[in-house]
């Protein structure tokens, strides 16, 4: 099927561990982004990538890595998980659209 | 910096009733405004995007309209049915760039049979 995977969907976690957040794409879609969902705060966005091996600083990229060696997949790095990053996080691409989402909860 | 507000949070209508979802954001110099939709545990789904030149847009029962110099967007259903329950969000596009996206908090949206 064609569109946006996020794995793993639900992920428990502990405080400084690194946690790796996958995003794929069915498509060649240049732009992909990673959100972050939190109360209160709407979306807000991490990274984003304008393709391969292009990668820049969202709004709140702070003890977050990226990647992008493949058009289709962008992964996101927890380095070391702390517990503000509880949160749902989105990844996207344009024009195709959001993924599922996947839900951290570090403890 | 950009800021986008939607109010209420939550409304809760009961089915067949038009109603009005509200988006207001604080610099009118804006690319787009586009609505999403979003599901309890799903992501976003594109409803609508009204591109600043653009007064309306209108897919189905669904009608949105934008006011630069005032800054707001409204987005109007038409007879609501129950699965239109669902959280609504707006967002506001800046430049045309996709990185330059600020996003509204939502208003949930109950539609009771």
């Known amino acids: 099927d064609a569109g946006i995977t996020q794995s793993p969907r639900y992920k428990i976690t502990e405080t400084g561990r690194q946690v790796t957040l996958m995003c794929h794409q069915t498509w060649s879609h240049s732009y992909m982004f990673w959100y972050r969902q939190d109360l209160g705060h709407g979306l807000r966005l991490i990274y984003y990538s304008a393709a391969a091996d292009i990668t820049d600083k969202g709004e709140v990229p702070d003890g977050y890595v990226v990647s992008r060696s493949k058009t289709e997949n962008f992964p996101l790095t927890l380095e070391s998980a702390t517990r503000s990053q509880t949160s749902v996080y989105f990844c996207?691409?344009?024009?195709?659209?959001f993924g599922p989402g996947t839900r951290l909860l570090v403890l | 910096k950009q800021e986008v507000t939607q109010i209420p949070a939550a409304l809760s209508v009961p089915e067949g009733e038009n109603l009005v979802l509200n988006c207001s954001f604080t610099d009118s110099a804006i690319y787009n405004l586009q609505w999403f939709r979003q599901d309890p545990g799903k992501g976003l789904t594109s409803l609508l995007l009204i591109q600043s030149s653009q007064r309306e847009q209108t897919s189905g029962r669904l009608n949105a309209s934008l006011d630069k110099s005032s800054g707001r967007s409204t987005l109007y259903i038409a007879a609501s049915q129950p699965g239109d329950s669902a959280t609504y969000l707006c967002?506001?596009?800046?430049?045309?760039?996709?990185?330059?996206?600020?996003f509204g908090t939502g208003t949930k949206l109950q539609v009771i049979p």
């Open positions: 996207a691409s344009i024009p195709g659209g």
């Open positions: 967002a506001v596009n800046e430049s045309g760039g996709y990185q330059k996206v600020t």
